[in-house]
């Protein structure tokens, strides 16, 4: 059984900077495709950012481009999601996925594993 388990969350001022790390265990994910997705109360959860198995390809939602950065570390098993100018509206609880590509994870939200989220706050 795969378990993904997120850290780093906590809260944060404005304009400051979080990792959060995802470390999977139970089998090795260098096939999968990886990504971080948040939600907040009362509303959907949405895409962040995915990063294929080579790592070559990366993507981002519109809104956190060029302020967050997704990279992997296949010999750990691990993936991170650095955040960078963090914003109260990145306030969320984020999730962490694995799924066989990244559009699916992206368009679809299609994950084979999902963690149990870390809560981000970011005050004003």
């Known amino acids: 059984q795969v378990q993904l388990v997120e850290s780093g969350g906590g809260v944060v001022q404005a304009g400051d900077s979080l990792r959060l790390t995802c470390t999977a265990s139970?089998?090795?994910?260098?096939?999968?495709?990886m990504g971080w997705f948040r939600q907040t109360p009362g509303k959907e959860r949405e895409f962040v950012a995915a990063i294929t198995w080579s790592t070559i390809g990366t993507y981002y939602a519109d809104s956190v481009k060029g302020r967050f950065t997704i990279s992997r570390d296949s010999a750990k098993n691990t993936a991170y999601l650095e955040m960078n100018s963090l914003k109260p509206e990145d306030t969320a609880v984020y999730f962490c996925?694995?799924?066989?590509?990244?559009?699916?994870?992206?368009?679809?939200?299609?994950?084979?594993?999902w963690g149990q989220g870390t809560q981000v706050t970011v005050s004003s």
């Open positions: 139970g089998r090795p994910l260098t096939s999968f495709a």
């Open positions: 996925a694995a799924g066989a590509n990244t559009q699916a994870l992206r368009t679809a939200q299609k994950a084979a594993y």
